[in-house]
């Protein structure tokens, strides 16, 4: 009886601790797709993107202008002057121009993906510091990316908190500048 007793009492000590436990558990949200776009970091992202992109596109713009160039060559009434061989090596010279533009075409796809990423991983390494800097100094045991959650419990937004945190004004939008 004294064993029933002991585990009993043992059993709704645990209970009452888990309840309070409960009990102290602080929920939060923020968005990072709203935050991001806010930092200065960003801006300096996009235009070093953009700048690589305008790279890709200058390359791949040089050897289209190379190919349609040996293209009009091998099209001209010219090709007189060349020996069957000649004119074969030209064309088979062309088809592999046309395979490079298709690949660099595929590979700077890849290339501008891997770049972004590049760009994007320190702001976002950053955004995430901040949000469990704010979490942490604000008593916070969980903080779900709004993006990410169809559900969640009531909780506080803490996005103007991490604003502050970074150094971004409060009144700060990502509203599109119109004309």
Not at 61 to 87: G, H, I, N
Not at 156 to 170: F, P
Request: without cysteine; hydrophobic residues 40%; proline residues 3%.
């Amino acid at each position: 009886m004294k064993k029933i007793v002991t585990v009993l009492a043992v059993v709704m000590s645990l209970l009452m601790v888990g309840h309070s436990v409960k009990a102290q558990n602080k929920f939060a949200v923020v968005s990072l797709s709203e935050l991001i776009p806010l930092m200065p970091e960003t801006k300096k992202a996009d235009t070093a993107m953009n700048d690589y992109q305008n790279a890709l596109a200058q390359s791949y713009d040089d050897m289209r202008r190379e190919f349609s160039e040996q293209d009009s060559l091998l099209s001209s009434k010219d090709t007189a002057k060349y020996t069957k061989a000649q004119l074969e090596l030209k064309r088979k010279n062309l088809g592999d121009l046309y395979q490079k533009m298709m690949t660099f075409q595929q590979q700077a796809q890849q290339m501008a993906q891997q770049k972004n990423q590049e760009l994007l991983a320190p702001i976002q390494k950053k955004a995430v510091e901040a949000i469990q800097t704010v979490a942490k100094e604000n008593g916070y045991t969980y903080v779900f990316v709004k993006e990410q959650l169809l559900v969640y419990p009531p909780a506080e937004d803490i996005i103007n908190l991490v604003k502050k945190k970074l150094g971004i004004s409060i009144t700060a939008t990502t509203a599109p500048v119109t004309k």
